[in-house]
């Protein structure tokens, strides 16, 4: 146990975190330069070409110290999105230090420090490195002295890299060894393990990573999930290499995978503690939530004969998305679907495209809306998930909205657009105190309906990314919300429809009215698209007529290429819904979110 | 009853609509015009011996050929082709090439059938459209067309431009009929993507097609030619009786033609060619092999083909049948297939209710309102 190092590396997006990850495979050898693809640890296309890590990725790697000594480092990398936090606090919870990773040219960025401060309240030590040294814009200083204001080391802690050349590894791969400390966990004790992600195998069934905190597990125990109360044989543990490497046993500190047969990923919670049906351990580790989803969607497949397509891909994505719920609903508008629950706006595009791109479902996504509670006139208390759900104006009483406090870490210079935005978003200000001179932490309480839209892109543009948000939910508050319904041509659209607060049903009835003026194409008749709370017109726009086509000319080329044309066109109505008379094409279903 | 297309691909100066191929340098012009000689003469086979009925030289700018140049061309296909006593023998002409001594010597040719490009009378239409001739020249050219003895005229005219007003485009209207031109294909001025115009919309500089503008001027155009005596038997295309253009009749009536130049279309009922629209790898691929070599070893460098599909053949013949006065037959669709009638049958209905369409028994016509929505139409009755 004293040779082994577990940690986790945090890092803004193009900090170098993968590229550097990379060289520390190579320099371990766990894998050969010529091996290596270009940042070998996201392996989602979706990953890659975002840039940014929605699973968490665990791998194993040997290193012999000047020492003489090989010691086993087991090296987390995170997800780096505040939809995934909790993942995130997983992860750390499953280690004793972690390497803050910082861009030489670029400086801290906000959205490292939740993270940073995450991994400080588990008491983890931080090894900083100013990443990209030989970049021409690096500003190694000034890097290394926001470093040292934020987490208060000395500057000689600080590890100087590049990942492009390599400079800097081998000090690393020091520190790793000097400075993190070994597991600590009593290898008599009674298993504890740790899991702090799972992926889902076609083959394997669910395979769970795992953090052996006390105790050994070993290949055929029988063992029980400590939340979900649920007993299975350990029928495969190991370590997690490249690939999967089978051994008999895991003992305390070692970071690994257990394999039990489980088909069913929700049966596997991240942050659940395995123990032994035989000498189970009495409490289970700390700092377990069972992951609630906070946005719900209805999806719903563009042709009605897809609807079982669509259930089978969503039952697929859930095996490797524990964090995905949904369930059958149905819509006047688009038919038959499922109203789906996410954990974050960056979750639902994540499912929608790999919908898209793993199973070819063409899907349309109903407006985001959070989970409301509605009381009737007769104390009845339901769950509104739908805005469709939203009890008649004549027996609704009144509506209850979940609030969050979110807290941002941002420089001074930003305090004041900040606050203009949050006041926006019908926040409150909670607290404001500077944790450094240069850095204030500001906590609101704002309806976490505010923040599902556009709040984080805004947030990240007006601090010019130095912003750091997190959140968690702070319960229910009575709230003036309305149901805002979109009418064409005096039909009701339901997948269009959106619970708001009445204050902002206008301006959003606007939008909306607008945009879809811009996304409807023309038709040979008027069209009348309206926002309407109840009875009430609050907003409107006009399409008018088509009066003439582009009837050109045709001759010899002509031809061929008209024909086309108009099978493109007509190809195009196969992906339109009817209302009424009316077309709609699924572009207007996706593109009518995109407000700003 | 085949006919041949001849593809000039040089202009002078680009128009600003335009999104046909050509090029405004005309370094290669004999380079080019050898290699059309040679897929002229490699090509003969592809009509088999029968008797050619129409020849048109389109462009591009086929007024830009000399004498010599268009005595090499006609000599070449009269060496090679069967050409009837009688047959229609098109050049399209800009007006600024349309000199007194270029008219002679067209005379001296084959040419027997004249289409004009003079778009409008009005200079700020011209200028907008950056045409190489000025409002005199357009009208002049006409005039000595006809002194030179070319009876059998045809005048391009666009309206839908916003410099042309209602009052403007009677006048072109009427300028023509008043001249006793048999021929008028009239066009509304469509902003084609990646054209000089295209940009000129997209950057704010020129105003977008105004849609009722459009509509307006096409139906002043139907009132005035109906008036005149003129049939609309095409969309764009209106004739005096027994001066509708054969060549682009045959177009579309699904006859025989065989396209000769750089990005020129060939058809044969059933499969579609269409060579390279790249001057350079146009001359390069016929001037690399030697005669005598199957010309069908150039495919994919001078040319491309598709072989049509039932539904390919219906789509297309109903998109141009009812274009045209000759209306769309119901026996021709049974004939493609049963499906295909059933598809028709029941997508016309809507239309016919909407008095879009009116149907004669077995034949189908697009109604004057139809004609304002003639692709919707044809698009709605597709098989995809």
Not at chain 1, 78 to 83: K, L, R
Not at chain 1, 109 to 131: F, G, K, M, R, W
Not at chain 1, 567 to 596: N, Y
Not at chain 2, 321 to 349: N, Y
Request: one cysteine or more; charged letters at 25%; hydrophobic letters at 40%.
């Amino acid at each position: 146990m004293k040779n082994i190092r577990n940690f986790c590396v945090i890092a803004h997006i193009d900090h170098g975190k993968s590229t550097l990850s990379d060289r520390l495979l190579e320099y371990t050898k766990t894998i050969s330069a010529r091996d290596m693809k270009e940042q070998t640890l996201d392996d989602m296309d979706l990953e890659r070409e975002r840039g940014i890590t929605i699973k968490s990725h665990a791998i194993q790697m040997k290193y012999v110290h000047a020492d003489g000594q090989v010691y086993t480092f087991n090296m987390i990398d995170t997800p780096g999105h505040v939809d995934f936090s909790y993942e995130v606090s997983r992860s750390i919870a499953a280690c004793e230090g972690a390497l803050l990773l910082v861009d030489a040219s670029q400086g801290i960025q906000a959205q490292t420090i939740s993270n940073l401060y995450l991994a400080i309240e588990h008491d983890l030590e931080i090894i900083p490195i100013v990443n990209k040294i030989d970049m021409e814009s690096a500003m190694v200083d000034e890097v290394s002295d926001q470093i040292i204001d934020l987490i208060g080391c000395k500057r000689e802690e600080i590890i100087l890299a590049s990942g492009r050349t390599g400079k800097g590894v081998p000090d690393l791969l020091d520190a790793i060894v000097n400075r993190i400390p070994a597991p600590k966990g009593d290898p008599e004790a009674p298993l504890q393990a740790l899991i702090f992600d799972s992926i889902f195998n076609s083959f394997r069934g669910v395979i769970a990573s795992i953090r052996i905190m006390n105790g050994t597990l070993r290949q055929g125990d029988r063992v029980r999930f400590m939340n979900t109360g649920k007993e299975y044989s350990a029928d495969e543990v190991g370590i997690l290499q490249l690939s999967n490497v089978p051994k008999t046993e895991l003992l305390t500190g070692d970071v690994g995978y257990v394999i039990t047969g489980i088909k069913i990923s929700k049966e596997i919670k991240v942050g659940d503690t395995i123990t032994k049906v035989e000498n189970p351990s009495p409490e289970a580790i700390k700092g377990f939530e069972d992951v609630k989803p906070m946005v719900f969607a209805g999806i719903f497949p563009l042709d009605n004969d897809d609807f079982e397509d669509l259930r089978d891909s969503l039952e697929k994505l859930q095996l490797n998305d524990a964090s995905l719920v949904f369930e059958p609903e149905s819509s006047a508008a688009l038919g038959f679907g499922f109203r789906c629950g996410f954990l974050g706006m960056l979750h639902l595009e994540i499912v929608q495209e790999r919908l898209a791109r793993e199973f070819n479902q063409d899907v349309i996504t109903t407006i985001p809306n959070v989970s409301y509670i509605a009381y009737t006139k007769r104390g009845e208390q339901l769950t509104v998930r739908n805005p469709a759900d939203l009890p008649d104006p004549t027996v609704l009483d009144y509506v209850e909205e979940p609030y969050i406090q979110a807290q941002v870490i941002t420089k001074p210079e930003y305090i004041g657009s900040i606050m203009t935005l949050c006041m926006e978003k019908r926040g409150l200000l909670a607290k404001q105190h500077y944790l450094t001179e240069n850095r204030v932490e500001l906590l609101f309480e704002i309806p976490l309906a505010e923040i599902v839209f556009d709040f984080y892109d805004r947030l990240k543009s007006i601090s010019r990314g130095y912003a750091s948000f997190d959140y968690s939910p702070i319960g229910y508050r009575q709230s003036e919300l309305v149901r805002l319904d979109i009418k064409l041509n005096a039909e009701n659209v339901d997948a269009l429809s959106a619970l708001v607060h009445r204050d902002k049903a206008e301006p959003f009835g606007r939008k909306i009215c607008k945009k879809l003026k811009d996304l409807l194409p023309r038709q040979q008749f008027v069209i009348a698209i309206q926002a309407a709370i109840g009875a009430k017109i609050i907003a409107r726009e006009t399409i008018s007529a088509m009066r003439k086509d582009v009837t050109a000319k045709c001759y010899g080329g002509d031809i061929s290429r008209k024909r086309k044309l108009l099978e493109k066109q007509k190809e195009g109505k196969k992906r339109m819904r009817q209302f009424g008379k009316i077309e709609v094409p699924q572009k207007a279903f996706l593109d009518v979110l995109k407000l700003d | 009853m085949p006919g041949i297309y001849l593809h000039i691909p040089f202009c002078k100066q680009a128009c600003h609509y335009c999104n046909f191929h050509f090029s405004t340098s005309l370094k290669q012009k004999d380079a080019l015009l050898e290699a059309m000689l040679r897929e002229l003469e490699w090509r003969r086979e592809e009509l088999k011996g029968e008797e050619v009925q129409t020849i048109y030289l389109g462009g591009g700018t086929p007024s830009l050929l000399d004498e010599s140049e268009l005595r090499r061309l006609f000599d070449t296909i009269y060496k090679w082709y069967p050409v009837a006593p009688d047959a229609e023998v098109t050049l399209e002409a800009n007006p600024d090439d349309l000199t007194a001594a270029k008219l002679q010597v067209l005379r001296h040719t084959p040419v027997n059938r004249l289409s004009i490009g003079v778009q409008s009378f009005a200079e700020a239409d011209l200028r907008l459209m950056n045409r190489a001739h000025n409002a005199v020249e357009a009208r002049t050219c006409i005039e000595q067309a006809l002194a030179a003895g070319f009876s059998n005229l045809t005048v391009d005219l666009i309206y839908g431009s916003p410099t042309t007003s209602d009052a403007q485009w009677e006048t072109n209207v009427r300028t023509l009929t008043e001249l006793g031109i048999p021929h008028l294909s009239c066009y509304c001025l469509t902003v084609e993507p990646k054209t000089a115009l295209d940009f000129f919309v997209q950057k704010g500089k020129t105003p977008p097609v105004d849609e009722e503008q459009a509509s307006r001027q096409f139906e002043m155009l139907m009132d005035i030619m109906e008036a005149e005596g003129y049939e609309h038997y095409e969309i764009s295309n209106f004739a005096r009786p027994g001066f509708y253009s054969r060549h682009n009749a045959s177009y579309w009536q699904g006859v025989t033609y065989l396209g000769i130049g750089p990005s020129a279309h060939s058809f044969d009922g059933r499969q579609r060619k269409w060579n390279v629209a790249n001057n350079a790898k146009y001359i390069k691929s016929l001037l690399s092999i030697a005669p005598p070599t199957e010309i069908s070893i150039l495919e994919g460098d001078l040319f491309e083909k598709e072989t049509l599909t039932a539904a390919q053949r219906y789509n297309e013949y109903v998109m141009i049948s009812l274009r045209t006065s000759w209306g769309c037959r119901l026996d021709v669709i049974r004939a493609l297939g049963p499906r295909f009638e059933q598809l028709f049958l029941k997508g016309i209905r809507d239309f016919i209710l909407q008095d879009a369409v009116q149907q004669e028994g077995e034949v189908f016509r697009l109604t004057r309102p139809g004609k304002l929505i003639a692709d919707r139409i044809a698009m709605e009755l597709f098989e995809v």
